[in-house]
């Protein structure tokens, strides 16, 4: 029997040596330590040994068992040892490798636009103004000079929400609240972005929402010739210097004389192409100069103030500097299109 134990323990101490992983050696110690193993059989057969030998066998086997678990503890720690040497070198960070791009967001196109042109007007001594888009009749329509009976008041054109209250049509109601608090006393001179709504139906030039940016300028002695250098410099700061502009003569109610305002176009330098349809300009606001009805209505005196006012969509804007063909791609917000007009 002692032989066995001894011929067992080397053999165990040898696979012990040969294991190659914590598994590997798992396997080791349930063979020869479990309870099926040959130690435990070794012990269970001592009924069979005399008095004598049972003790010395018994110390034995114990020796045994305890050199066997001691190898496999020793082992154990020498892999877990291995394996974590292994694996700091493995997973070593290299600190100069170049950083993965995080994606970042950023005003949406229009947004951009608007500001940029804010920043432009900002420049020439104007102030940013804004009104409600839920806005009065009054305000919408009457004291911009639109009587009741104007087409332009047609129930097809505007979101009434009540007999008085609608969706604003255009951001020029915010020239008649800001006069208004001015007390008919000058300066006024303001831009004024919003969103203004109207019953259209959606396509590619169309939208039942969209933007527009309103100018008031509004002090004694302020004439055509003042407006014709505001647009002029606009032109050119959004469009390019070397961009012409003309005035064509026009109507609206809330200006006399009206004008609309072209820029020369770009794409044929003013020989005709597809885009200017064959006539070299393209349309870009509309504007002129304050009636004297709305002044009066907005407690200005006629006699002793003048001014000019314009009003332009910024979408319009942005799709003649982009060359973009669908009004739709401002609103449906795919990222592939906003993404081409990220400026880090
Ligand atoms: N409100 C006009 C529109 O929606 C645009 C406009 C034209 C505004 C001339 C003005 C202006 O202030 O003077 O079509």
């Known amino acids: 029997m002692k032989e066995r134990l001894e011929e067992l323990k080397q053999e165990a101490l040898l696979q012990v040596e040969q294991a190659d992983t914590s598994e590997d050696l798992q396997q080791v110690k349930v063979s020869f330590l479990g309870k099926k193993g040959p130690i435990t059989e070794v012990l269970r057969g001592m009924g069979k040994l005399s008095k004598d030998e049972r003790p010395v ?14 190898a496999i503890e020793t082992k154990q720690a020498t892999l877990e040892a291995k394996k974590l040497e292994q694996q700091l070198k493995e997973e070593k960070i290299d600190v100069t490798l170049p950083g ?7 005003p949406h196109l229009l947004t951009k636009l608007i500001q940029d042109i ?6 020439m001594g104007f102030s940013v103004a804004e009104g409600p888009e839920v806005e009065q009749d009054y305000y919408n329509f009457e004291a911009l000079n639109l009587p009741k009976d104007h087409p332009a008041r047609d129930m097809q054109d ?13 951001t020029s109601p915010i020239q008649a609240r800001t006069m208004e608090k001015h007390e008919g ?23 039942h929402q969209f933007t527009q940016i309103e100018g008031l300028y509004v002090d004694e002695n302020v004439r055509m010739s003042d407006l014709k250098g505001v647009l002029n410099e606009f032109a050119k700061q959004m469009f390019g210097n070397d961009r012409e502009i003309r005035l064509r003569p026009s109507f609206f109610p809330f200006t006399e004389p009206s004008v609309e305002m ?3 176009c770009k794409l044929c330098n003013g020989e005709g192409c597809s885009v200017c349809k064959g006539t070299g ?9 304050v009636h004297p009805n709305v002044l009066r209505m907005s407690g200005f005196d006629p006699e002793k103030y003048s001014g000019f006012a314009f009003g332009m969509g910024p979408e319009r804007i942005a799709m003649l500097k982009y060359g973009i063909e669908d009004i739709r791609h401002f609103y449906t917000n795919d990222v592939r ?3 081409q007009f990220h400026q880090a």
């Open 185 to 207: 006393r000058g300066p006024v001179k303001i831009i004024c972005p919003g969103k203004v709504y109207r019953r259209d139906t959606d396509d590619a030039t169309h939208s």
């Open 57 to 70: 066998i018994g110390q034995m086997a114990n020796e045994v068992r305890e050199a066997i678990s001691e």
């Open 158 to 170: 505007s979101f009434y929400i009540t007999n008085e209250l609608l969706l604003r049509t255009q």
């Open 281 to 289: 300009w393209i349309e870009i606001l509309g504007a002129g100069m």
């Open 118 to 123: 804010e920043d432009l007007f900002i420049g």
């Open 100 to 106: 993965r791009p995080v994606p970042t967001g950023g």
């Open 262 to 264: 072209d820029i020369s």
């Open 337 to 339: 299109f906003l993404k």
